[in-house]
């Protein structure tokens, strides 16, 4: 073999990089490539035809016709002689009158080459990635037709070659887009999140998991709650847990607390999906019963309270209860609160455990 063509080509880096882009060598076999070899063999009247690809130190061939190999070593490869010349085709008419061409053990039928023509396949920006070539086990030219043929088969390859490329191109898009999509998918869910907690922190009490003040002035503002209230009779219960000052001065804050996630449970469990539970202030609860009478009220109320009698706390644990009667059609507000609150304030002063229902308005 020659010196000569031992020697780097000097873009071999971007080259090689070229090559790469296509990510065709070691892939299956295709039709459309075996055709075009298929074809220049005809045309050439050649024994063998192949596309090759010149890969770092080997030659593969994406098609070919006529040979007893896949690829061989690129210092074996005539065709890494034929990209040096990358406008040129290059033919040779006689390999072994020629010592500048390197020897091949490539074999035709068992019989070593003696003829070779390669047109460079190249890439849109010049670099010659491998050839369209032709083989044979005799000296041999080709004539002019066969060696413009050749050429254009040459170009058939390169359109093969960027169409994959671009089918390539245009996968590699869509993952990232697709991943892309998938991103902001993630943060608008982590975002719909973070709002839906803020939301709920905002207006639920971290104690007791119950609706806190700021709910309830929402809910004034809300037509269909409101609504709720408008075409039935409903009842607004006040609870406020007895000497509760006691049960933090005896047991302290933490089974205070306790005390008050107990009371708030036994609310949760004892009223409907439609009812309204609030914790109103420190020990004090409020809870909205629409489309509820305050008979039936009531025995919510003594619900709650028996309960609360029997929460599985280390001390015993009471509470006092108001009820007031709303009349549908009209605002709940403070009319309603304020009898229900007398009715809490008789009940504590009148023993304490104990539910009071306001007697001014039944629904
Ligand atoms: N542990 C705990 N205590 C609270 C919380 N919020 C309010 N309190 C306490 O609840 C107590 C309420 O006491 P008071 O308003 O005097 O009423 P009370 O002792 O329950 O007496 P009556 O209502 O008259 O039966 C106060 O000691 C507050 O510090 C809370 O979140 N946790």
Redesign the pocket.
């Known amino acids: 073999m020659s010196a000569v063509l031992s020697l780097p080509l000097p873009d071999e880096v971007s080259r090689q990089a070229a090559l790469d882009a296509y990510a065709v060598v070691d892939t299956v076999p295709e039709q459309a490539y075996d055709d075009i070899v298929r074809l220049a063999m005809s045309l050439c009247d050649a024994p063998a035809a192949a596309i090759s690809l010149v890969d770092h130190d080997r030659q593969w061939f994406k098609a070919q016709i006529g040979l007893d190999v896949r690829q061989t070593p690129r210092s074996e490869a005539i065709c890494d002689r034929a990209i040096r010349q990358p406008g040129h085709a290059l033919v040779i008419h006689d390999l072994e009158a020629q010592s500048l061409y390197p020897r091949t053990s490539m074999r035709i039928d068992g019989q070593p080459l003696r003829f070779y023509a390669g047109v460079p396949l190249l890439s849109p920006d010049g670099h010659a990635l491998g050839t369209v070539c032709v083989m044979d086990v005799r000296p041999r030219r080709l004539r002019q037709g066969q060696r413009e043929g050749l050429e254009v088969l040459a170009r058939q390859t390169q359109h093969l070659l960027e169409l994959r490329r671009y089918a390539l191109e245009q996968r590699r898009l869509l993952s990232e887009r697709e991943a892309l999509a998938k991103r902001l998918e993630d943060a608008r869910a982590d975002l719909q999140r973070r709002n839906d907690q803020l939301e709920h922190s905002a207006t639920h009490d971290a ?1 007791t998991g119950l609706l806190n003040r700021a709910a309830l002035s929402q809910l004034r503002e809300n037509p269909a709650a409101m609504a709720k209230l408008q075409h039935a009779p409903y009842t607004l219960m006040l609870l ?7 049960v ?1 001065d005896r047991h302290g ?1 933490l089974l ?2 306790r005390a ?1 996630r107990a009371v708030a449970d036994a609310v949760a469990g004892s009223i409907r999906h439609d009812d309204v539970a609030v914790r109103y ?3 004090e609860f409020l809870i909205l019963l629409p489309d509820t009478r305050l008979a039936s009220a009531t025995q919510v109320a003594e619900r709650i309270r028996q309960h609360i009698a029997r929460a599985a706390l280390p001390f015993p644990l009471t509470v ?1 209860i108001g009820l007031a009667a709303g009349e549908p059609t009209r605002d709940w507000s403070e009319r309603v609160f304020d009898r229900a609150d007398q009715a809490l304030y008789r009940a ?1 002063a009148t023993g ?1 455990n104990r539910i009071v229902a306001d007697d001014t308005w039944r629904g």
């Open positions: 104690l406020d847990v007895d000497h509760f000052k006691q933090n804050h205070g607390d008050l202030g420190g020990e006092s504590k304490r």
